[in-house]
Every structure is written in structure tokens, then in C-alpha cells.
């Protein structure tokens, strides 16, 4: 992929630059005629030799910047704006430092974006410019947003809105409530999300704005997908393709087919996930669009991990990243490693992953995003908890906690605490572990997060049985299971299913032990989830071994679950079912490796 074919990431910067040459033409006409009448037909005086530099910089930058050279357009704004402070053109100068935020922003330079922005915003009040100044208030919420500084976001966003709305630009004022409603999601104000995107649509209704109301309704999809109603968000993703499919978006309608897919994968059909992939990478590739690639590359990459194959979903990481890296998306790298990390984690490439997520912190911090900084804390203690460090774990699970509450990001928190569950059950602190796991229940219960629930619910489970207390763990393990079954999400019906389970193994009844792994195979199998199969598969040797004493079908299931652990590259689960492997070889009698 061409640096030059990424445009999508620089067209709000050309257009504003093409406006703010245009405009600064027209307000500087009367000025510039008033030095060099000659240059300028109808002017009767004369016209300022700097103004018209200045003016003829800025549509250079604007050219640069569409064709990619962010550097070069950078470079000509610099000089504009000198031109213009020497002059005294406070609108020249206000053009040329919002055109400097913005690249500064397209660029991942966040906080020098925020300067120059709010230098912008001064000069504009200073001329009275109430559009321009609402523009770079849009602005300087998105600059707040990627710095997960939501609430200065949001104020922003509201801020912009009602100056629109004051200067009689409608479409503008509904772009900046839309992103109002973004940011009450992101924040888990899941109502007042959906209350200003179905107010938003409404508006882009009026103004014959298909695209907007896709935007609005691909919003909307992904809402009803963190609340675990796939039928509302099937309806939604359909609904945004359609619309942008009207309005003539090939980015617009890969989107949607990326959040098809992303709805298929949760739900467990892996094969219906991969083919929304594969359509919507066709539409951005027709489109030219290298950043919408990208996502969809990431999206992809989440899925074969997923699904247990490493290689494929690395190499599908690093495209992303490479991709981002070229186009100066700092941010958007930064998820790359993050998700890249995540994938070594799970593939027991611990230092591997711990190198990823040291990458993916510094750019996060480059750019200011403490969100990110908390995300990459909380994925640095599950190596620690993976690795059984748990004072290390609870050392990065309580700061990633902390970020979350300064930041008000309650499914942040609530994932954390769900953590921190594990680390308590792990070291048998079986209160605490049911401690944190009600309170993560509870956030996520405010949230109306469904998904959050039911993972909450499952760990409670599992707390319940280690302690056993096999009715109150059944109790909520069955919670579990029906809130999965009605979001349709199998790969969790599949795990409630093995923990079941084991819990069955313990209480030595081996009968139901054996059906529960069985579902959970035939589950894990319809989402093609190999990880899981090989658990299952485990469990399975378990009840053949201890229940039937049947030796020769233990040793199957140990086998299968063996060589799927190592393609896996899962070397602690390999190593254990080997040695299970080879105590039932020796007859039943525990020998070491």
C-alpha cells in the first residue's frame, strides 16, 4: 500500500485549508487592493505584497497536504503564519495556526495540536471568526478524545454544537453532537449515547445527509453490541451498509462490513466473521482507503488469534502497523502493538508480548492517551498473572485502575476489578476474588453491559467451586449461560460449559462431567475455536482416566489435546497434558517428565 493512496486521514485538514484560502482571499481583498491596485482587477487602491505570499503559501500547503506531504504542507503554513503576524492579518494568522493544529493532529502530535488549536481559537475571538471558532472547538475535542480526557471532550464537542447552531450551520453542529454521542459511549453513558445519536439522525434526516445518519446508525450498532443484543446490532450494521451504500461510501459500507464481522466473531461464527472481513477489505481496496485497510487488517488479526492461529494474526498486526507507522498515525500504531501484544500473550510469548506492549505504551504516552497508558497496564498484568507474578499483576491492575476512575471509564474499571478477581481466586483469597468480582458485576449491571455480566458471573462460578459450594457456583454458572445463549455468544456458553465441568470432575460426577465437556467441544468446535477444544478435549481424558479407568480413550483425548496445546504454541498447557499423557502410558502411575 502507497503512502500516497492515504488520503482519508488528511481530507478534513485539505478542506479546511481550501475554505480558509478562499475566505482569507475574500478578507484580505479590500486590504491588499489598498497597496497594489494593479494586481487585483476592481481595486482602487494598492495591494499588500505579503498578504497575497501569504495567501499563495496557504494554497500550497492546501495542494501538499492533499497529496500527502504533510511535511511540506507543515512547512508552508510556518510561513504563512509569519507573513501573517508581521503584517498584523489576525485572520491570515488564525487560518494558518488551525491548519497547523490539524496536521499536528492527523500527525499523532497531540499536545502540539492543542496549542497551536487554542492559539487558533484566541485569534478568531479576537476577530469575531464565530464558524472558524467553532470549527477549531470540534477540533480541539478530538485532540481531548484521543487523550481520553473525555469530559474536556464532551464539553468541547457541546461547546462547538451551540455555536453552530448560533451561525446557522446546521450539518457542522450535527457532526460535533455526533461526536458528542461517541464520547458518552466511550465513557459507558450508554443512554445518553443512544438518546444524541437518535437525535442526531434525526437532524441528518432533515438535511438529506445519508452518510451522517450511517455514521449515526453505525453508532448505534455498536452500542447495542457492548449491551449484548445482537438482533439490535445485526439491524443496525444492516441498516449503516444500506445507507452508506446510498450516500455512495465504499469506506463508509467496509466499515459496516467490518462491524458485521466483528458481531459474527463475538457471536462464535468464525466463518461468517472471516467472509464480512473479506468483503469489506475488497470495497476499501476499491476505495483507495489504506487507513479503513488497516482497521479491517486489525479486526482480522483479533479473529485469528481468536481462533488460536498465531502466525496469521501476527503478521496480520504488523501489516496494520506498518500501514499506520508510514501515514504518521501514532495512535492508531499504538493499538496495533497493543493488539499485537495481546496476541503473544496468548500465544505464551511472554517477553514477546511485554516488548509489544512497552512500544504500544510509549506511543500512547506520545500522544497523551491515558486511556491507552491503562489498557497497556492492565494487558502488562496479565503476563504477571499468566506467569503466576501476582505481586507484579496487582501492582499493574491497581494503577490500569486508577487511570480508569480519573478518566470515569467505568468498563474499564469493572475489567480491571474482573482481573484482579482472578489474581484473589488464584492465590485461594477466595473473598477478595468474590469482592472484586461483585463489584465488577455491579459496574457492569449499571453499564448495561450483558457481556460484562455474564464474564462476571462466570468468575464468580469458578469461586464458588474452588470453595465447594457446588450450588451456589451452578447458580452461577446457569446465570452465565442464559445471558450468553441470548446474546447468541457461544465462545461464552462454550467456557461456562468446561467450567462446569471441571466443577463436575470435582465433585467426582464424572457422568455429568462427561456431558458438560462434551457441549463445551461441540460449542468451541461451531466457532472454530481450537484453544477451547483442546480444554475440552483435556477435561474429557480427565473423566476417562478417573471414571471408567478406560486408559485407551484417556490417552486419545490426551493426545489430541496435547498436539493441539503445541501447534498452539501454548508450552504450560502442552507440558501439563503431556505429563497427563504419559502418566496413563506408564499405566496409570505418576512419573516426571
Known sequence: MSRHRFTVSVAVVVTV???????????SHGAACRRLPWLLPGCPEDVSVPALDGAELLRQASAMA?????????????????LFAHIGDIN????????LGRIALSMGSVEAAIADLREARRLYRLNGARLAEAQVLADLGDAYRIQGQ????GGLYLEAARMFERESAPAQAAAAMRAMADVARLTGQYRQSAQIYAETRVRYQALRDP???????????????????????????????????????LPGTARALKGQGELEAKIGDTVAARDAFEQAMALAREADADAVEAEILLSTAALESQLGRHDAGRKAYQQARATFAAAGRIHDEANALRGLAELERLASRPESSRQAFAEAGSLFRQVGDRLGEAAVLRGMGDIDLNLHDFPKAMDSYRRALEIYRVLGQKSGQANVLRSIGEVERLQSRFQQAEDAYRAALVLYSNEFDRLGEANALTGLGHVRRELGDWRQALAAYDQAYHLYADMGVALGQANVMRGRGDLFVQASDYEAAKTAYEAALRLYGGAGNDRGRAYALWGLGKVAERDDQDLEAARDFYERAA???ESLELADEYALTRADLLRVLSGGERISL
Open 563 to 565: 498436539g493441539m496445546f
Open 17 to 27: 485549508l481550501v475554505v480558509g484560502v478562499a475566505a482569507l482571499w475574500t478578507g
Open 150 to 153: 473525555y469530559s474536556e471532550a
Open 92 to 99: 491570515g494568522e488564525a487560518r494558518s495556526t488551525a491548519g
Open 66 to 82: 492533499d497529496a500527502g506531504d504533510l511535511s511540506g504542507a507543515e512547512q508552508a503554513l510556518v510561513r504563512a503564519r509569519a
Open 211 to 249: 452518510q451522517g445518519e450511517a455514521d449515526c446508525l453505525l453508532g448505534l450498532a455498536e452500542l447495542a453490541m457492548l449491551a449484548g443484543s445482537e438482533p439490535d446490532a445485526r439491524t443496525f450494521y444492516g441498516d449503516a451498509r444500506a445507507y452508506y451504500e446510498a450516500a455512495g461510501s
